[in-house]
């Protein structure tokens, strides 16, 4: 096993000599804002030198897809698992990249243990506090200096601006997101901290955020920026809705990152919507049209959607900070199992052997 590490090391090593003599994504976008993907634990731990190649070659900053969620990091109380935490953070400074922490408090992925009370009675206010005190101070506290910002509170709205009924809110109140940005900030007081959400381009969430952002100001808390979860679809949002959020974002004083960035082209089930992991369909074939690969005027379609996002993002650069892509080839992509499992998506900017698609010298030539 030791043995296998080692050679594992190595080869990361070599892929990145070789990747730093071929320009990528970072060496023209990264002059404006830091390009991001989120890496799953194969690609830091040597198992996926293909993904680990394009990693080092393109991006200049990374995110966790799944291993720094709470129930991954702290599955039982006061038990935490940091080996791939720790591999993360130790790939990404090896390879010279800045880290974005994900995420600190949520609804979702979030252990059993953590939203039951005693006696199988709902948690009380307090227990709860403790608990989330505990786990921020656990989690930011391990990687204190080491990671440059982190998303604090994911998708605590809903589309209409309503706050979200989670465990979080009904134990604490709305005050629990105060109280989860007071404890980031505590923890690490150098870190950049962010509000992250879906559907932010929906005017109700728009401008829930906005007063989200007055409020944490209002009560002393360090908020630095807004993430705009980015799953797109081919007609959808509108691009006027997003550039309208970009800029009242800008205009309450919060820097903007494009956060888990693809772009869905299959066919949605009936009711499906918005960003929720909890949506689940049923497998049918009319759901899954590109078994074999994308025909060329679908294709074609999504390059100029492409193009389309990366235009918005080259106009407001100067108060973009981070552009993420959810994944680093279309294998990787969660689309391929949600809402449906079993399909195979197109999703993102390389394709599922890591081969970069035409799109991306598109968007690189935008930039120079």
Request: hydrophobic share 40%; proline share 4%; glycine share 8%.
């Amino acid at each position: 096993m030791r043995q296998r590490h080692i050679l594992a090391a190595v080869l990361l090593l070599s892929l990145t000599v070789q990747a730093v003599a071929k320009k990528g994504l970072k060496d023209v976008l990264g002059r404006y804002f830091d390009v991001s993907v989120a890496v799953n634990t194969d690609q830091v731990n040597g198992l996926n030198p293909a993904a680990a190649k394009v990693i080092c070659q393109h991006f200049n900053n990374v995110v966790a897809e799944n291993c720094m969620k709470a129930e991954e990091i702290q599955p039982h109380e006061g038990q935490f698992y940091w080996n791939d935490a720790d591999a993360f953070v130790s790939f990404a400074e090896r390879n010279g990249m800045t880290i974005h922490g994900h995420c600190l408090v949520w609804h979702s992925q979030m252990p059993q243990w953590m939203k039951e009370g005693k006696g199988g009675k709902k948690p009380t206010r307090e227990e709860m506090i403790n608990r989330m005190r505990n786990h921020i101070y656990a989690v930011v506290g391990r990687y204190k200096g080491r990671i440059k910002s982190w998303d604090v509170v994911n998708e605590a709205l809903e589309d209409d601006g309503r706050m979200r009924q989670t465990p979080w809110f009904e134990a604490i109140g709305p005050e629990y997101i105060v109280l989860a940005f007071k404890f980031a900030h505590e923890a690490d007081p150098d870190a950049e901290l962010y509000y992250n959400d879906y559907s932010m381009f929906k005017p109700g969430r728009r401008n829930s955020v906005c007063n989200l952002v007055r409020l944490l100001r209002d009560r002393g808390c360090r908020i630095d920026g807004v993430g705009m979860q980015s799953h797109n679809g081919l007609d959808w949002p509108e691009t006027e809705e997003l550039e309208a959020s970009i800029k009242a974002f800008i205009g309450v004083g919060m820097k903007v990152s494009i956060t888990e960035l693809d772009l869905n082209m299959l066919p949605a089930p009936e009711n499906f919507g918005g960003a929720s992991v909890e949506q689940n369909f049923e497998y049918n074939k009319a759901l899954n049209p590109y078994t074999n690969g994308v025909p060329k005027d679908v294709q074609r379609l999504m390059d100029e959607r492409w193009t389309e996002f990366f235009r918005i993002y080259n106009k407001y650069r100067d108060n973009i900070v981070r552009v993420c892509l959810w994944g680093v080839g279309d294998g990787d992509s969660w689309h391929n199992d949600w809402p449906v499992k079993g399909r195979t998506a197109y999703p993102l900017l390389f394709d599922r052997r890591y081969k970069a698609k035409p799109v991306v010298k598109k968007i690189m030539k935008m930039f120079k």
